[in-house]
């Protein structure tokens, strides 16, 4: 076992006196825990710190490992440049890692790098270990960078870390940076909503008690609303711990500027087989799957059939026979909207009826959704049991000449603007307001936003 221990720390800029020059006093609680963990840290006398950052180089499909012998960098941008750290790179480690993940079939690596300066998610700690005394010229780092892939695979990254680690006999040291919520508060920089403080409570429950199953599964929609900054960072240091036994211990939580701060520290005891998250999860996946197929009704079962069977012979379906009448007697425009671990995967719909029954609408649409929306690549056969579906079935589109008759939860709308059109549905996570509304649906049409449109609005019939 080559792990010595892990922690989830947060990043604020503000917590340093260089840049708080006196605010800092308000997160006291976070300042001590944070030099209580580095003194920890500096005490186990790892010979490779692994850091993961919310804010190094993220990319959707792709773990970015930051390359090179050493990197520098400084809080500038927080009117603090006085503040300057340098890191030496464990290249040995950071050459066997990009090459273990790629054989395992988790995509990362070292390419890709746009900005090699050290992000503030990897200074504000660095800054506590420079304090705390850790050599920095014995100690090496690696830098790892999130992705927009599943809990899982980035469970099985973490995973890989730790073997990598063990083959090479290299003594780690697992440091996870990321806040929590960034809606905890009305005056805060982000607002409020009720997800936040929800999300941050499930998020320190789940790391002070070491719920690790509960951490991978928590609910994608909570998890988006709440805007959460480092979850996906602690889904990685979970993987680094696999099948070990750890005692967490939270240090600090506090949400003084509207932001999360959590703190929680893992001791590492020896194996523990019970532990083994990985498979869990795969279980858990496999009983939502059911769940969910359970609960699909006639238009969303129509849609999964449509989408797996051209995903699978690359071939339309032809509409199955025991389809109830109002898809096969009616004909309206309807829209499939695909997502994936909380994410859009692909949104294709027809604003009228373009085919003889709604049936064949949702048949077509759903291929387009998989295969033909511009903004992301044609769905796999491997992703398949991950995709959730949800088909809207449009009313009539009514003419208006007033924004208030618009409700960004009940009516869907349309902009126009000669000969481009763009269209949003209503009640979309993250639209809160009917000018979000038309002006996301004006860059969709490619209108400018000074750009005066005509606008109709619709409702739907939303199916699950």
Same mark, same amino acid.
């Given at each position: 076992?080559?792990?010595?221990?892990?922690?989830?720390?947060p990043?604020p800029p503000?917590?340093?006196?260089?840049?708080?020059?006196?605010?800092?006093?308000?997160?006291?609680?976070?300042?001590?825990?944070?030099k209580?963990?580095?003194?920890?840290?500096?005490?186990?006398?790892p010979?490779t710190i692994?850091i993961?950052?919310?804010?190094?180089?993220?990319?959707?499909?792709?773990?970015?490992?930051s390359?090179?012998?050493?990197?520098s960098?400084?809080?500038?941008?927080?009117?603090?440049?006085?503040?300057?750290?340098?890191?030496s790179?464990d #290249?040995?480690?950071?050459?066997?890692l990009?090459?273990?993940?790629?054989?395992?079939?988790v995509?990362?690596?070292?390419?890709?790098?746009?900005?090699?300066?050290?992000?503030?998610?990897?200074?504000?700690?660095l800054?506590?270990?420079?304090?705390a005394?850790?050599?920095?010229d014995?100690?090496k780092?690696i830098?790892?960078?999130?992705?927009?892939?599943?809990a899982?695979?980035h469970?099985?990254?973490?995973?890989?870390?730790?073997? &990598?680690?063990d083959?090479?006999?290299r003594k780690?040291?697992?440091?996870?940076?990321?806040?929590?919520?960034?809606?905890?508060k009305?005056?805060?920089?982000?607002?409020?909503?009720?997800?936040?403080?929800?999300?941050d409570?499930?998020?320190?429950?789940?790391?002070g008690g070491?719920?690790?199953?509960?951490?991978? #599964?928590?609910?994608?929609?909570?998890?988006?609303?709440?805007?959460?900054?480092?979850?996906r960072?602690?889904?990685?240091?979970?993987?680094?711990?696999?099948?070990?036994?750890?005692?967490?211990?939270?240090?600090?939580?506090?949400?003084?500027f509207?932001?999360?701060?959590?703190?929680v520290?893992?001791?590492?005891?020896?194996?523990?087989?019970?532990?083994?998250?990985?498979?869990?999860?795969d279980?858990?996946?496999?009983?939502?799957?059911?769940?969910?197929?359970?609960?699909?009704?006639a238009?969303?079962?129509?849609?999964?059939?449509?989408?797996?069977t051209? &995903?699978?012979?690359h071939?339309?379906a032809?509409?199955?026979?025991?389809?109830?009448?109002?898809?096969?007697?009616r004909?309206?425009?309807?829209?499939?909207?695909?997502?994936?671990?909380?994410?859009?995967?692909?949104?294709?719909?027809?604003?009228?009826?373009?085919?003889?029954?709604?049936?064949?609408?949702?048949?077509?649409?759903?291929?387009?959704?998989?295969?033909?929306?511009p903004?992301?690549s044609? &769905?796999?056969?491997?992703e398949l049991?991950?995709?959730?579906?949800?088909?809207?079935?449009?009313?009539?589109?009514?003419r208006?000449?007033?924004?208030?008759?618009?409700?960004?939860?009940?009516?869907?709308?349309?902009?126009?603007?000669g000969?481009?059109?763009?269209l949003l549905l209503?009640?979309?996570e993250?639209?809160?307001?009917?000018?979000?509304?038309?002006?996301?649906?004006?860059?969709?049409?490619g209108?400018?936003?000074?750009?005066?449109?005509?606008?109709?609005?619709?409702?739907?019939?939303?199916?699950?």
């Amino acid at each position: 076992m080559s792990i010595l221990g892990a922690v989830a720390v947060p990043h604020p800029p503000i917590i340093l006196p260089e840049v708080g020059r006196g605010e800092e006093q308000k997160i006291a609680q976070t300042t001590q825990a944070y030099k209580e963990i580095a003194r920890r840290i500096v005490e186990l006398q790892p010979e490779t710190i692994i850091i993961t950052s919310p804010h190094s180089i993220m990319y959707s499909d792709y773990f970015h490992i930051s390359p090179g012998l050493s990197a520098s960098g400084d809080m500038a941008q927080f009117r603090a440049g006085q503040v300057k750290l340098s890191i030496s790179y464990d #290249t040995d480690f950071v050459k066997r890692l990009s090459a273990e993940a790629m054989a395992q079939g988790v995509s990362a690596g070292t390419l890709g790098e746009r900005n090699p300066a050290l992000d503030h998610g990897t200074m504000i700690p660095l800054y506590f270990l420079k304090n705390a005394g850790l050599d920095f010229d014995r100690v090496k780092f690696i830098r790892i960078g999130l992705s927009g892939m599943s809990a899982a695979v980035h469970y099985k990254f973490g995973q890989i870390i730790s073997h &990598v680690a063990d083959d090479l006999g290299r003594k780690i040291f697992f440091l996870a940076s990321g806040d929590l919520s960034h809606k905890l508060k009305a005056d805060g920089p982000y607002g409020f909503v009720e997800e936040g403080p929800q999300f941050d409570s499930q998020v320190m429950d789940n790391l002070g008690g070491a719920n690790f199953l509960q951490l991978l #599964t928590m609910d994608d929609k909570l998890c988006l609303r709440a805007a959460e900054c480092g979850l996906r960072s602690f889904w990685i240091m979970a993987g680094a711990l696999d099948r070990l036994a750890v005692r967490a211990e939270e240090l600090s939580y506090q949400g003084t500027f509207g932001v999360g701060y959590g703190i929680v520290w893992f001791n590492v005891g020896g194996s523990a087989s019970t532990r083994n998250f990985a498979e869990q999860l795969d279980k858990f996946k496999q009983y939502e799957l059911i769940q969910r197929k359970s609960k699909e009704d006639a238009f969303v079962r129509l849609a999964r059939y449509s989408l797996e069977t051209f &995903v699978k012979t690359h071939k339309p379906a032809t509409l199955p026979k025991d389809l109830p009448e109002e898809l096969t007697n009616r004909r309206a425009g309807a829209f499939v909207s695909l997502h994936k671990n909380g994410n859009l995967r692909g949104c294709i719909g027809t604003i009228m009826a373009t085919r003889d029954t709604l049936a064949e609408e949702i048949l077509q649409n759903a291929i387009s959704a998989c295969s033909r929306d511009p903004r992301f690549s044609p &769905v796999t056969a491997d992703e398949l049991d991950d995709i959730e579906y949800s088909v809207d079935v449009l009313g009539e589109p009514e003419r208006i000449f007033d924004v208030k008759a618009l409700d960004v939860r009940r009516y869907g709308v349309i902009v126009e603007n000669g000969g481009r059109r763009g269209l949003l549905l209503p009640d979309l996570e993250g639209i809160d307001t009917v000018e979000e509304q038309i002006a996301i649906a004006k860059r969709k049409a490619g209108i400018r936003a000074d750009e005066k449109v005509a606008l109709w609005r619709f409702e739907v019939v939303r199916h699950y």
